[in-house]
């Protein structure tokens, strides 16, 4: 079955820029989401990229790159409200959204 | 329009028991999923819905467990003869557009004790 990595743990402190990388396999492939969950709460929708390039939304943007099989999502001006489980998400052909296993990232002051 | 809801929030039974839970997704998504999610993992997909028809099941999914969309409104999650590994939070997710994001509910945690 399809699989996704991601790092389980990220620090950063406020302000920063951090970047959650995320590779999967390729069959059947056809697009990437993130979602940000906070403890104790639904996860949340954040981008979805079916080509290549970024996509910008605020301080947050995804990145594909289809042929490294390869995504990230790139958090600017942290804070500290942004410490939460980012989770990516694929979308396969003839299937449902598979998620990754998450990143935990703690914002620190 | 008020979002994905589910109930119960929280659920305690005892193993052995049957358990049902409800989810009213966003009216006009005719997409429904059902996702089950442990502490520290993601979301594992369950089956999903397009109106009324289930249209697919995971493997994970064993016999025990089963799942309606009546009307192709709400949804029912029932698991029957509940087994302590079925303790987690049990999500559910409409989606309008296909291939763009869900909307997911707030969960109902289960636990077997």
């Not at chain 2, 009216?27 to 089956?47: C, K, M, V």
């Not at chain 2, 303790?87 to 989606?95: G, I, R, V």
Request: with cysteine; proline share 4%; charged share 20%.
């Amino acid at each position: 079955g399809q699989s996704l990595e991601q790092p389980s743990e990220v620090t950063a402190v406020e302000g920063a820029i951090v970047q959650i990388n995320c590779t999967y396999q390729t069959s059947g492939f056809y697009g990437l989401s993130w979602y940000q969950q906070h403890d104790g709460g639904a996860p949340t929708f954040l981008s979805y990229n079916a080509l290549d390039g970024l996509e910008e939304t605020g301080r947050f943007s995804s990145f594909l790159s289809r042929s490294d099989s390869y995504g990230y999502l790139l958090l600017q001006e942290l804070q500290m409200k942004d410490s939460a489980s980012y989770f990516c998400a694929a979308a396969f052909y003839g299937q449902n959204f598979v998620f990754g296993p998450g990143t935990r990232l703690s914002v620190l002051p | 329009d008020t979002g994905v809801s589910q109930n119960p929030r929280h659920k305690i039974t005892k193993r052995g028991q049957n358990v049902t839970f409800r989810c009213d997704p966003i009216s006009e998504h005719n997409r429904l999923y059902w996702y089950r999610q442990t502490l520290g993992q993601g979301p594992e997909f369950l089956t999903y819905f397009q109106n009324e028809a289930q249209l697919e099941k995971s493997r994970l999914l064993s016999d025990r467990f089963s799942a309606e969309r009546p009307k192709g409104s709400f949804s029912t999650l029932e698991i029957q003869r509940t087994e302590q590994g079925d303790s987690a939070m049990y999500l559910c997710a409409s989606q309008g557009l296909v291939n763009y994001g869900y909307t997911f509910g707030s969960g109902t945690r289960l636990t077997v004790v």
